[in-house]
């Protein structure tokens, strides 16, 4: 067994063939990867609880997760680990990544320094590869499950709550490409100006920390629900 429980969220249909050949993409990118996979049933409308089902998947020391129609670079777990080995003491460790779109890798530039402030400020931080303690990571799923949003937000929720108890550390390979494509739920569901910065006003609080009046969140938030908006 490897030490890394992986879990991907699988819909109950695949919507064409190019969905179904994303998910064999992303599965064999996994294949040679230090890892264990999981396939879980994806929750309509609740992303939080078909994603606490999959860490609750195996019983390998942390957890994971691959989107279905995302995949890894090769070595992108060892790299990740070893990142963290270099700050033991850190909650957790992210990777940066690709953009995807059609056959076009964008380069996306990450801070490699964590901060709680950038945390809050660009909800995208941590969509990439992403690794975290088995334990602690259920633990804030029990323990705060109402106060994580059942979509939208869920990911930026749980970053937060888990770095309560200490900071993330950022490994700056692109381990992780995200595909960006017109079936993508951030493409196809709006979320509004007010959502994003109540979810901005909860993070802050986590935190004790000022709210700010206007931020990259703020900005992020105002291309989501433009019509048409592209990363």
Known sequence: MND????????PKWKNDDER???????????TEPVNIHLVDRVQDDTRRARFTG?????????????PDDYVMPGAFSSAMDAWVAKP???????????????????????????????IDDLRLIHQLVITPR?????????????????WFELCSFAVLLAQGGDWTNDPNRAYVWRKHD??????????????????????????????????????????????YRL
């Open 4 to 11: 890394i429980d992986v879990h991907i969220i699988v819909p």
């Open 21 to 31: 050949k994303w998910f064999d993409q992303c599965i064999e990118s996994l294949e």
């Open 89 to 119: 003491d850190a909650v957790g460790v992210y990777t940066n990544y690709w953009i995807r779109r059609g056959d076009r890798m964008i380069q996306r530039h990450l801070h490699n320094q964590w901060s709680r402030k950038r945390m």
């Open 135 to 151: 334990d602690t990571t259920l633990a804030v799923y029990e323990n705060h499950f109402d106060d994580i949003p059942p979509v």
């Open 55 to 67: 860490y609750q998947q195996g019983s390998a020391p942390y957890v994971s997760f691959v989107d």
């Open 183 to 228: 079936m993508c739920d951030h493409l196809t569901r709006r979320v509004t100006m007010g959502a994003v910065l109540e979810w901005q006003k909860w993070a802050c609080q986590q935190f004790n920390m000022p709210i700010p009046m206007f931020s990259q969140t703020s900005r992020w938030g105002s291309e989501l629900i433009q019509p048409g």
